[in-house]
């Protein structure tokens, strides 16, 4: 086998890990927009069904880690296309864990599902923080299909808001909690969805920043690389 036919090969190879890294993207994202259905409507059999569609998405992430290790061993990637594997592989653990973050979030409607959230403090917080979340992992997916640096780079100075709108509803439901007792059992629920929607936006920033190194080469985590591009942007 010539040289030009292991490249075609290699290439074809590692388009297919890319195109199922994607499909799994839409997965979890789906997950993670029924949990939040299921939340809204009081729907268990929606909350089931998002418990239920983690096995595949388990299953994927496994034969994606195979795929990966594979081609790593049996092709020996060079410097550019090794760390597209790499950072790939990292893509797809941050894809399982959005997984299980939706995962939390169904089933604590399932808990809630008689219970009044609509009257408690902090529930139209939680559909803001769902909402800037799912933005956030629908343009990593973009960034990720299109390897847009720009759109990463976009996506991840959107993760200061959600963790300052995150912290901001804790100390008010802590509060409200101190103020109404009643309402505790009831509030951490509320708390620990919007917790599971606050990581989902760090594993979106993930998904960004390895977008980031896939395209520059640049290992920007704990830097203040974004930070300074959207400073000069001002």
């Not at 594993?203 to 985590?221: C, F, M, P």
Request: with cysteine; proline share 1%.
């Amino acid at each position: 086998m010539n040289k030009e036919h292991l490249s075609k090969h290699y290439d074809h190879l590692l388009e297919t890990i890319r195109s199922h890294v994607l499909q799994m993207g839409g997965m979890v994202e789906a997950q993670f927009q029924n949990a939040m259905k299921a939340l809204d409507e009081r729907d268990e059999a929606l909350a089931e069904k998002v418990l239920a569609s983690d096995v595949e998405i388990n299953q994927l992430e496994i034969r994606l880690d195979k795929a990966c290790t594979e081609l790593i061993v049996k092709r020996q990637p060079a410097a550019n296309d090794l760390r597209t594997v790499m950072a790939t592989t990292k893509i797809i653990t941050d894809l399982e864990r959005i997984g299980d973050e939706a995962i939390k979030i169904a089933r604590s409607a399932k808990n809630i599902q008689n219970r009044n959230m609509a009257i408690l403090n902090g529930y139209q917080t939680i559909r803001v923080l769902a909402e800037t979340a799912s933005g956030m992992l629908r343009d990593a997916l973009d960034a990720f299909a299109r390897m847009d640096k720009d759109l990463a780079i976009n996506l991840i100075g959107r993760d200061d808001i959600i963790d300052h709108d995150f912290h901001a509803m804790m100390r008010n439901l802590i509060t409200y909690m101190m103020e109404e007792p009643k309402t505790i059992s009831a509030s951490l629920d509320l708390l620990w969805i919007a917790k599971a929607i606050e990581r989902i936006g760090d594993h979106s920033t993930n998904l960004g920043e390895q977008v980031i190194y896939i395209v520059e080469g640049k290992d920007i985590r704990h830097s203040d690389y974004v930070a300074n591009i959207l400073e000069q942007e001002k």
